[in-house]
């Protein structure tokens, strides 16, 4: 098998489906911070988001858990994996300098390892995954499939990783359009992803954009980004 993998990890990417003036934000938080501006500014102007966390992220942040898990009319967790490693097969395969796993034990074990800790949280088991850098090879598409999890895409990355100033984020963010999939950042409490949430979210609502959440709606996969 780890002879039969070595293609390029890609980014999957999806809108919604009848999306009717609906947008999706997804938010990642990975390892590090968290961004308190960014969770309040949607808490204050009642945009829901579903945010894709690791179990590495949620050993650290047990404050910030419970108030995401106040809000469950605006906020859901989905699963971003266990230590924050890129689902690629050969740990001699990097993704934006992460390795890759050394066998497909590891790569379902990065999968799997935040699903009982979500669970606990929440009470379900996650629908939805994420993997580190959002793009993944053959085996690691695979894998989440047959561990019944679907991956979750994008259709405008807002922040590069959190690596945008505020500038840049708000100026993608007033790209989006009716059934699009944002991808931020919410570990980066130092970044200008809060910044350039606050200078954008009011001229999307006030162009009739309706925020949900990916439990809300339906993915399907589009080829490339706008």
């Given amino acids: 098998m780890a002879g039969a993998v070595r293609d390029r990890p890609q980014e999957l990417h999806h809108r919604l489906q009848s999306p009717a003036q609906e947008v ?34 949620m050993d650290g942040h047990a404050d910030a858990l419970r ?18 490693r890129p689902l690629v097969l050969g740990a001699q395969q990097h ?14 074990a990065e999968i799997t390892g935040a699903v009982e800790p979500l669970r606990a949280l929440t ?24 561990l019944g999890y679907q991956i979750a895409g994008f259709s405008v990355n807002a922040d590069a990783g959190a690596s945008f100033p505020a500038a840049m984020v708000a100026a993608r963010l007033l790209t989006v359009r009716e059934g699009d999939v944002v991808i931020a950042h919410i570990n980066h409490p130092a970044g200008g992803t809060a910044e350039g949430f606050a200078r954008a979210l009011p001229q999307l609502q006030s162009r009739g954009l309706r925020f949900v959440k990916l439990s809300q709606t339906t993915l399907m996969p589009v080829l490339g980004l706008r």
Avoid at 67 to 84: A, M, S
Avoid at 95 to 108: E, I, K, N, V
Avoid at 123 to 146: L, W
């Fill in 123 to 146: 009470g379900r088991a996650p629908r939805y995954f994420r993997g580190a850098g959002a793009a993944y090879d053959t085996a690691g598409q695979q894998a989440v499939q047959a």
């Fill in 95 to 108: 993704l934006y300098g992460m390795a890759g796993h050394p066998d497909m034990a590891s790569l379902q």
């Fill in 24 to 57: 999706a934000v997804t938010l990642d938080a990975c390892n590090g911070g968290f961004d308190h501006r960014l969770l309040s500014l949607l808490i204050e102007r009642r945009v829901p988001a579903t945010l894709f966390v690791t179990k590495r992220w």
């Fill in 67 to 84: 108030l995401i898990l106040q809000h469950p009319d605006l906020f859901e967790l989905e699963n971003h994996g266990t230590h924050h």
